[in-house]
């Protein structure tokens, strides 16, 4: 999908936004041709939060991750004059998401969307088809009883921290990690369950799979396959990956699959990755980019939107790649879409949503923390603190 570079009219009426979601390009078009009063154009920005302190131009409406930090949410304006107004209802919303919008008791930014973690499984593996979830210990069991080894290595091996680091971290969140930005802008985090989160999975990986050196033998000699393929020919038992990476999977070979959201007591943890839209402070077109905010923040939008999306055959998930941010969206519209879905949407309680981060946090996580946590289970205690690693990454960090 190729983002719109031009429009007819000229002056209040246009409205730029900076975004770097494709999707987003289609539902631009649809608004502009459902009414006449206002346009969009979109200009495409690989990290628009980044853009928003880097350029001297500003645009009228932002599309993106990134923008919730302490240290961007300010270039932003308040929403007060369109959610006052009733025309967006924002009891439509999860409770919880939207407050990871709010900043010194305003709303500044909308949720858009979400993604959530999932454990993928042979269908004859499943649970109880009334179980929602699955917790670490019930992946530890099934996984502990699965494991087959031959004289001198394992043959299958039903599941490895390892084999995704992000589990590692989604682990870590689960358990009490709370990586979060402090007031002053500054990464935090609960050091002592943090590091209960890597003992844990050291253990795993030591007791259940037989340690590192067995772990890592396996993997080169076996995990080259696509994931279907290692859970339909029974080489692994689980696999951990995202609901929008679980729907990239070509739909003949989905068919196979199934899945459950990670939890632990109950507890789903959202994806950090969390798409916003707001309104920067120093746009020159507030009411075309409110015009489409209330467009799009409608229920019967959306289900439009996901209706052309399928049509279309477009490949992206759901609302711009992930689950809405509004409730009654999901739980009325994605089931008829996608089938899989069905008695399956979390309830709002069951999340667990993510604090505000660093607007670098993208960074922060794939350079620093995983691969620091990954470290840790691997080669055990007493390497370097996590406290010391990002000062040092902070250090050579390049200037923007």
Not at 67 to 89: A, H, R, T
Not at 287 to 297: D, K, M, Q
Not at 319 to 346: C, K, M, N, T, W
Not at 359 to 383: F, H, T
Request: contains cysteine; aromatic residues 12%; glycine residues 6%.
């Amino acid at each position: 999908m190729l983002f719109l570079s031009g429009c007819s009219l000229i002056g209040n009426d246009v409205a730029t936004m900076w975004t770097n979601q494709p999707d987003f390009a289609a539902y631009v078009e649809l608004f502009n041709t459902s009414q006449k009063h206002y346009k969009i154009e979109i200009a495409y920005r690989a990290v628009p939060a980044q853009s928003l302190t880097a350029e001297n131009k500003v645009p009228d409406l932002v599309v993106g991750d990134r923008v919730s930090s302490v240290n961007i949410v300010g270039k932003f304006s308040p929403l007060d004059q369109i959610l006052g107004n009733g025309e967006i209802d924002t009891s439509l919303f999860y409770k919880g998401l939207l407050s990871t919008g709010r900043y010194e008791g305003r709303q500044y930014l909308l949720p858009v969307s979400f993604d959530l973690p999932v454990v993928l499984f042979q269908p004859k593996s499943a649970p109880p088809d009334k179980q929602t979830v699955l917790a670490l210990d019930q992946i530890l069991s099934a996984s502990k009883e699965f494991n087959k080894k031959s004289t001198d290595s394992f043959t299958v091996m039903g599941f490895s921290p390892l084999w995704s680091p992000e589990f590692l971290f989604s682990i870590a969140q689960l358990l009490g990690a709370d990586f979060h930005q402090t007031s002053r802008g500054n990464l935090a985090w609960d050091d002592q369950k943090l590091q209960k989160a890597i003992e844990e999975m050291r253990a795993w990986v030591k007791e259940i799979d037989g340690g590192t050196q067995e772990e890592s033998t396996f993997r080169d000699k076996y995990l080259y396959d696509p994931v279907y393929k290692l859970l339909d020919s029974g080489r692994i038992l689980y696999y951990y990956t995202t609901l929008t990476k679980y729907f990239d999977i070509p739909e003949e070979k989905r068919k196979s699959i199934q899945f459950r959201w990670l939890a632990e007591q109950s507890r789903i943890p959202v994806v950090e990755n969390v798409l916003y839209a707001g309104v920067p402070s120093r746009s020159r077109n507030k009411a075309a980019a409110h015009a489409f905010l209330e467009w799009f923040f409608k229920p019967q939008t959306q289900s439009q939107l996901l209706a052309a999306t399928r049509y279309e055959r477009m490949k992206t998930f759901g609302i711009a790649g992930g689950f809405s941010a509004l409730s009654v969206v999901d739980e009325r519209d994605f089931p008829q879409f996608y089938p899989s879905l069905l008695a399956r949407i979390p309830s709002e309680s069951s999340m667990l949503y993510p604090k505000s981060l660093p607007n670098d946090w993208s960074d922060l996580k794939a350079n620093v923390i995983i691969p620091w946590m990954e470290q840790e289970v691997l080669s055990g205690s007493g390497g370097q603190r996590l406290e010391d690693k990002l000062k040092a990454w902070r250090l050579q960090k390049p200037l923007p």
